[in-house]
C-alpha cells in the first residue's frame, strides 16, 4: 500500500504543477491570445498525463483523480478504507504541486481564483468530460491496457477543446484549481456544481460499461 500511496502523491503533485505551471507559462507567452495560450497548457497537460500513467500505472493504478478511485471501488478493486487513503493522498499532493507552481514563477504561494465558471452549460461540460474520460479509462483498459496512458491523454486533450468547461473532470483538481489566480483557475464558489457534475458522469460512465459487460 505504501507503494501505491507514494505513486499517487507523485504523480497528483507532478500533474497538478503541471497544469498551473504550464497555464501561468503559456499565458505569458501568448500575448493575449486565449486560444494560444490553451494551446501550450493542453499540450503540457496530455504529455504529462501520457508520461505519468505509463509511468505509474504499473505501480498505483496512477488514478491522479477520486472519480477514478471511486469508480475501481465500484467495480470491487481494492477497498474502501485504501481508496479514502488514495483519495486523501490525491488531494495534499495535488495542493503542494499548485503551490509548488506557484513558488517557481514567483507567484504568492496563498491565492484564491477569481475565475467564475458556471451555468448549465459549463455543468453539462463536465458531466460529458469526466464521463468520456472514465469510459477511456474502463474501455481501454478491458480491451487496450497498452494503449491507455496515449487514449487519455488524447482524450483529455480532445475534451479541453469541445467541452464548455475546458475539462476539469477531477474533483481534487477543480479544488486545487481553485487555490489559484491565474489562467486554470475556478472561483471557490464554483467548485460545488462542478464536482457534482463530475461524480455524476463518472457515475454514468461505470453504469454504461456494466450495461456493456453484464457478466464481468
Known amino acids: 500500500m505504501r507503494a501505491i500511496l507514494v505513486g499517487e502523491a507523485l504523480g497528483s503533485f507532478l500533474l497538478f504543477a503541471c497544469v498551473v505551471g504550464s497555464g501561468v507559462m503559456a499565458e505569458r507567452l ?23 500513467i505509463a509511468m505509474l500505472g504499473p505501480i498505483s493504478g496512477a488514478h491522479f483523480n477520486p472519480a477514478v478511485t471511486i469508480v475501481t471501488r465500484l467495480r470491487g478493486e481494492g477497498t474502501w478504507s485504501s481508496g479514502a487513503a488514495m483519495m486523501a493522498v490525491q488531494l495534499v499532493a495535488g495542493v503542494a504541486g499548485v503551490w509548488c507552481a506557484h513558488a517557481m514563477f514567483d507567484l504568492p504561494i496563498l491565492q484564491f481564483s ?3 465558471r458556471t451555468g448549465a452549460g459549463q455543468w453539462l461540460g463536465e458531466f460529458i468530460a469526466t ?14 491496457p497498452e494503449a491507455v496512458p496515449a487514449c487519455v491523454a488524447l482524450y483529455i486533450t480532445a475534451a479541453c477543446w469541445f467541452t464548455s468547461s475546458t475539462s476539469f ?21 464554483s467548485v460545488p456544481a462542478f464536482v457534482a457534475a463530475q461524480l455524476a458522469g463518472a457515475l454514468c460512465a461505470h453504469w454504461v460499461d456494466r450495461a456493456m459487460h453484464p457478466a464481468a
Open 114 to 116: 477569481g475565475h467564475v
Open 30 to 52: 501568448a500575448g493575449g491570445n486565449v486560444a494560444v495560450a490553451l494551446i501550450g497548457n493542453v499540450g503540457a497537460i496530455a504529455a504529462m498525463l501520457y508520461v505519468l
Open 169 to 189: 473532470a477531477n474533483p481534487t483538481l477543480t479544488f486545487a484549481r481553485s487555490l489559484t489566480d491565474t489562467f486554470d483557475g475556478i472561483a471557490p464558489a
Open 131 to 144: 464521463f468520456g474520460l472514465l469510459l477511456t479509462v474502463l474501455l481501454s483498459g478491458r480491451y487496450r
